[in-house]
Nanobody, 121 residues
Framework: QVQLVESGGGLVQPGGSLRLSCAASERIVSIYTMGWYRQAPGKQRELVATVTSGGTTKYADSVKGRFTISGDNAKNTVYLQMNSLKPEDTAVYYC???????????????WGQGTQVTVSS
């Protein structure tokens, strides 16, 4: 069972920056997609950004040009650099790991506990 531990959330003013980290408890050797989702009060959880084991990234339209996802395989960690933050970015951010088979099918899904990001003056 893979554990995902998130850190880096907090309170920031509009226009500010934060970096979220998500560390997996073990080295991921399979094909995978890893990334971040967020959920604001009263709204559904939505994709923010993901990166595959092959290095392909995907972003929600609302964060393109402002957020950057990256990974450090040696540390089993994925990062989300968030710049030019807006009040509408306020949400609980969840780390996600999906292990895939050779054909792209999902084998297993893991979630972190979530970290709060609040953008407010």
């Amino acid at each position: 069972q893979v554990q995902l531990v998130e850190s880096g959330g907090g309170l920031v003013q509009p226009g500010g920056s934060l970096r979220l980290s998500c560390a997996a408890s073990e080295r991921i050797v399979s094909i995978y997609t890893m990334g971040w989702y967020r959920q604001a009060p009263g709204k559904q959880r939505e994709l923010v950004a993901t990166v595959t084991s092959g290095g392909t990234t995907k972003y929600a339209d609302s964060v393109k040009g402002r957020f950057t996802i990256s990974g450090d395989n040696a540390k089993n960690t994925v990062y989300l650099q968030m710049n030019s933050l807006k009040p509408e970015d306020t949400a609980v951010y969840y780390c996600n790991l999906e292990k895939k088979n050779f054909y792209g099918g999902t084998i297993s899904i893991y979630w972190g506990q979530g970290t709060q990001v609040t953008v407010s003056s």
